[in-house]
């Protein structure tokens, strides 16, 4: 069902047809998300849509389904962030600003709504071999560490909401850079600045 996840209405639709028609919602998948290249000189109305897709979509998807699944004391809600929602995105401002509002939006949930029965994963691969990162493998950022093919993030998807795991990581050195940023937050704005000398201008994001 062809649904702009941007759109409160067309989420809020979405969630009632697909209940009407196969029942209460387990688990839902809120995965749509954009890349915007740029720093503070994005524009507004490209600040807006970014806002609007890769947090507020979260937002209406769990507006949406969480009183039934209060109501019945189970429910499972997992949103796609990426790693740059925990570390940064080379590039691009709005990525890295609204990725990180999407994992803090899926803790927020997580704490307040854990010991009601609510399940929550937040999934923070960094490249996949998808649209989004098209072209960038050889000399963009994405490419850096890898690019992972879609079918093995799949399985980590599914291993990781089998085991009912909050954070979802593909790519192992994640947690490693995470730990680093945690650790020694100068240092790893020196690395970052590193990385950002030489993959500045290549986002590895469509602009
Ligand atoms: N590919 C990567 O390297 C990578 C890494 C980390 C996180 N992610 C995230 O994974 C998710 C999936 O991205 P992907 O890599 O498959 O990219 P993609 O561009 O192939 O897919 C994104 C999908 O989101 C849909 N979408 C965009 N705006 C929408 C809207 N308003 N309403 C409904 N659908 C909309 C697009 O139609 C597209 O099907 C995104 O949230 C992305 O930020 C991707």
């Not at 969630?15 to 688990?27: F, M, N």
């Not at 209060?70 to 962030?81: D, I, P, Q, S």
């Not at 929602?85 to 709504?113: D, F, R």
């Not at 020196?190 to 201008?201: C, D, Q, T």
Request: proline share 3%; hydrophobic share 45%; charged share 20%.
């Amino acid at each position: 069902m062809g649904t702009d996840v941007a759109d409160e209405s067309q989420v809020q639709e979405l969630v009632a047809s697909a209940e009407r028609e196969y029942g209460a919602i387990d688990l839902f998948c809120s995965n749509a998300g954009i890349g915007v290249g740029g720093g503070v000189e994005v524009l507004d109305a490209e600040w807006t849509r970014i806002w609007e897709i890769n947090l507020m979509a979260h937002v209406y998807a769990a507006r949406a389904v969480l009183p039934g699944m209060l109501e019945r004391g189970e429910g499972y809600l997992l949103n796609t962030a990426s790693a740059a929602g925990l570390l940064t995105q080379i590039g691009s401002a709005p990525y890295a600003v609204t990725k990180h509002a999407a994992v803090a939006l899926a803790e927020w949930l997580s704490i307040t709504h854990g010991d009601q029965g609510i399940k929550v994963s937040v999934l923070c691969p960094q490249a996949v071999r998808t649209a989004m990162t098209a072209g960038s493998e050889n000399g963009g950022v994405a490419g850096v560490d890898g690019m992972m093919e879609p079918e093995e993030l799949a399985e980590c998807v599914v291993q990781g909401l089998a085991e009912e795991r909050f954070l979802i990581l593909p790519h192992a050195t994640v947690e490693q850079y995470m730990q680093r940023k945690a650790g020694d937050y100068e240092r790893w704005l020196k690395g970052m600045r590193r990385l950002n000398a030489n993959f500045g201008s290549s986002t590895g994001l469509p602009r």
